[in-house]
T-cell receptor, first 110, second 114 residues
C-alpha cells in the first residue's frame, strides 16, 4: 500500500458544482495534514491545514478521519479558477518531512 | 520579492555534466527541502536539512548531493546528469516553531537532460 493515495482524476465538473476529494494515508502516527493546490507547472501552494475537528475556509471544507486514515476536501460552488491539481500531504512520524499524494486534477468548465 | 527563490528557472544540460541548482530563502526558516516532480509521480523528497549542520537523505537521493551553505541557502547538485533526472525540481522551507509546520515552495527549476 502506498503511503498517501489520491484518486488521480481528472474530475470534470461544471461551474457551481460541489466536488469532493479523498486522500488515504498509511502511517497511523502521522500528526499533521494539509491540502495544497498546484497550478500547471507551478509550485504547490498551501490551501489549508486539516484539523481533527474539521475546518472551513470559505467554499473549502477539510475533514480528517483518523480511525479510517483519510482526509477529505470539499469544494462548494466551484469556480473556473478552482481548476488545478490538489495535493494532500501528511507528516511522517518522528520527523517533519511530508509525504505527498500524487494529486487529483480538477477541471471546472463553464 | 519572493520568499523562496530558485536559480536557474530553466536548464538544459547534457548527459554526464555536473550541474547545481540553487535555492535561497528570506523567510528565516531553519528547515529546507529539495523535491523532484515527474508527471504522474507526485513530489518525491531528495534531501532535507533541518539546520546548517544537519543534512538527510530523502527517498530518492541517489545521483544527487546537497550543500547547506547558510541558513538561507541550500543547493542541489547532480554530479553526472542522466536523462531520467529530467524533471521539475522544487525547493521548500519550513519553520518548526510553528504549530503547523507547513512547507513553502520556491517557483521550481525545469531541468532537461539530453
Amino acid at each position: 500500500r502506498k503511503e498517501v493515495e489520491q484518486d488521480p482524476g481528472p474530475f470534470n465538473v461544471p461551474e457551481g458544482a460541489t466536488v469532493a476529494f479523498n486522500c488515504t494515508y498509511s502511517n497511523s502516527a502521522s500528526q499533521s495534514f494539509f491540502w495544497y493546490r498546484q497550478d500547471c507547472r507551478k509550485e504547490p501552494k498551501l490551501l489549508m491545514s486539516v484539523y481533527s475537528s474539521g475546518n472551513e475556509d470559505g467554499r473549502f471544507t477539510a475533514q480528517l478521519n483518523r480511525a479510517s486514515q483519510y482526509i477529505s476536501l470539499l469544494i462548494r460552488d466551484s469556480k473556473l479558477s478552482d481548476s488545478a491539481t490538489y495535493l494532500c500531504a501528511v507528516t511522517n512520524s518522528g520527523y517533519s518531512t511530508l509525504t505527498f499524494g500524487k494529486g487529483t486534477m480538477l477541471l471546472v468548465s463553464p | 520579492d519572493a520568499d523562496v527563490t530558485q536559480t536557474p528557472r530553466n536548464r538544459i544540460t547534457k548527459t554526464g555534466k555536473r550541474i547545481m541548482l540553487e535555492c535561497s530563502q528570506t523567510k528565516g526558516h531553519d528547515r529546507m527541502y529539495w523535491y523532484r516532480q515527474d508527471p504522474g509521480l507526485g513530489l518525491q523528497l531528495i534531501y532535507y536539512s533541518f539546520d546548517v549542520k544537519d543534512i538527510n537523505k530523502g527517498e530518492i537521493s541517489d545521483g544527487y548531493s546537497v550543500s547547506r551553505q547558510a541558513q538561507a541557502k541550500f543547493s542541489l547538485s547532480l554530479e553526472s546528469a542522466i536523462p531520467n533526472q529530467t524533471a521539475l525540481y522544487f525547493c521548500a522551507t519550513s519553520d518548526p516553531r510553528l504549530a503547523e509546520e507547513t512547507q513553502y515552495f520556491g517557483p521550481g527549476t525545469r531541468l532537461l537532460v539530453l
